[in-house]
């Protein structure tokens, strides 16, 4: 219970700088710290260890940690204060802390939750706010956007420390020698695939230069190419320099993640999405997203195919330093097609490779 020394920054250990008078911020009330079985001790019909336990988390409360002074921040933000408009000061332990604790399981906390939570607490408080602003003083509107950034400022550094202990080292996959999945054995059936909604564009990605791309194209499918590799967009036999081919329409070509293009894209504005590389080369949660931003931008009655490499191939393929740090390696097609049905695409269909090492799963998005 000994605070750590993750404070955030060197005013952090002090959230409640610029709390109201007469209201020490985090200092525990006379009723907490008073031992002993007194008629006033509203803690004296509690057994001995759990009376014990509570005073001793009045000794050793985990202020100044970067957990403890985000959760104050929030707990400023949301609770209602005696004066209208004025943060809430720290009120002590709360009197079911043992209860709490024994089913208390804070190690599962999401940081999705958190900010979701925190996103409707803000907007909350800034309603209410609204409604008190004519009482405000001008001390009390600097202590709220004082609560205010404490909020922001521990939430961001929070993010922080999840981004960096997902991805310690940052490597962006385009710094790594990255192979193109040999997807020649699906390049007659890509214009199909995409021909199922063809009056929307279709989305490639990765580029790669196998031919999937012209056979979307050549079928008179607009298509929305993207590689996050320089060497790629660039050179490629449809890249930035010229976008369009003999006999085909118009191709645009990207030069990013196929995950960030996907975010960047309207709500059901493809009618086709093929993504190869990226998905074997994510982590899980990557390709969660990459399925969960396909299904967003899709349109109804579009067509998503995952090319996925055998899982041997891959890693015989792959050179020892880029295998290893890469952040993830293929799943099973039937691995994906778990993947899908949980994220609301049931029925996706197996295709094993005729020819070559990589797979197609394929699904038709309803909504």
Known sequence: MAPDSDTGGPDAAAPGADAPEGAA???????????????????????????????AFDRLRPQGTLRWNFDDAVRRLTEPSDVPGRSAPWS????????????????????????????????EYTDRAVDESRELTDRSVAELRQTTLDAVRFLSSRVDRLEAALDPLGIEPAELALPDPDTSAWTDRAAAWAGARGDLPAMVGDLGSDGLVAS?????????????????????????????????????????EAVDHLRSLPTGSRGCIILSG?????GLPGKVEL?????????????????VTDQT??????????????????????????????????????????SGSVHAVVAEVGR
């Open 291 to 307: 399925v969960d931003e396909a299904v967003r931008v899709m349109a109804t009655g579009g067509t998503l195919v995952l090319l």
């Open 313 to 354: 191939a891959w890693d015989a393929a792959l050179d020892p330093v880029v295998r290893d740090l890469l952040p993830g390696r293929p799943l099973h097609p039937e691995a994906w097609k778990l993947v899908l049905a949980h994220r609301g695409v049931p029925g996706a269909e197996w295709l094993a490779a005729p």
């Open 92 to 123: 002590g332990l709360p009197a079911d802390l043992w209860d709490r604790g024994r089913s208390a399981k804070a190690s599962e906390r999401v940081l999705g939750d958190v900010v979701k939570l925190v996103a409707q607490d803000v907007t």
């Open 216 to 256: 979307v194209a050549g079928a008179g499918i607009a298509v929305d190419a993207v590689d996050p590799r320089g060497a790629v967009v660039w050179a490629g036999p449809f890249s930035l320099t010229d976008g369009t081919g003999p006999g085909t329409t118009g191709v645009t070509v990207t030069m990013a």
């Open 278 to 282: 990226c998905v074997d080369r994510a």
């Open 25 to 55: 911020v985090g200092a525990a009330p006379a009723a907490a710290a008073a031992g002993g079985g007194s008629a006033e001790d509203p803690r004296a019909a509690l057994p001995d260890d759990e009376r014990a336990l509570l005073e």
